[in-house]
């Protein structure tokens, strides 16, 4: 039994025996709040999102062109969630939102007349704009 009770403590897998052997823990229990912490403080954060979508050789503005934009919710006890948000682009070829948690995104562009565009992105910052240039197709499929 004290052989057992010994060994425990040397690999210091029960914290009061680390603390009775005299063994440093690795990292103290307030470390690790502050890094579940900022972590969450991370997955909480958002950004605006605002999408300028142009085409051509004049880079004129893209008008009524759908924007699919996917990411991943985490969550803790079940699988992640995917999730997929459809926006249309204004006169200007702008599409915004305003709640996007921060990490990758796929963004798609699909408008009629236009090549289709698809791009996976990092959001990290509070504002963020991309800009999205869309190619007419070169051949006509009858």
Not at 16 to 39: F, H, L, M, N, V
Not at 42 to 49: F, K, N, V
Not at 76 to 83: A, P, S
């Amino acid at each position: 039994m004290k052989k057992r009770l010994l060994a425990l403590c040397c690999l210091c897998l029960v914290p009061w025996a680390a603390t009775r052997c005299g063994a440093q823990a690795s990292a103290s229990p307030q470390a690790a709040g502050q890094k579940d912490q900022k972590e969450k403080d991370d997955a909480e954060r958002t950004t605006t999102l605002k999408i300028v979508v142009t085409g051509g050789d004049k880079n004129q503005p893209v008008e009524n062109a759908s924007v699919y934009i996917r990411y991943r919710e985490a969550r803790f006890l079940r699988k992640d969630r995917q999730i997929e948000l459809n926006l249309k682009t204004n006169r200007e070829g702008v599409a915004q939102m305003p709640d996007l948690p921060r990490g990758t995104v796929l963004i798609q562009v699909v408008a009629e007349g236009w090549n289709t565009f698809g791009h996976y992105y990092t959001l990290d910052q509070d504002r963020q704009t991309i800009q999205i240039h869309l190619e007419k197709p070169r051949t006509r499929w009858y």
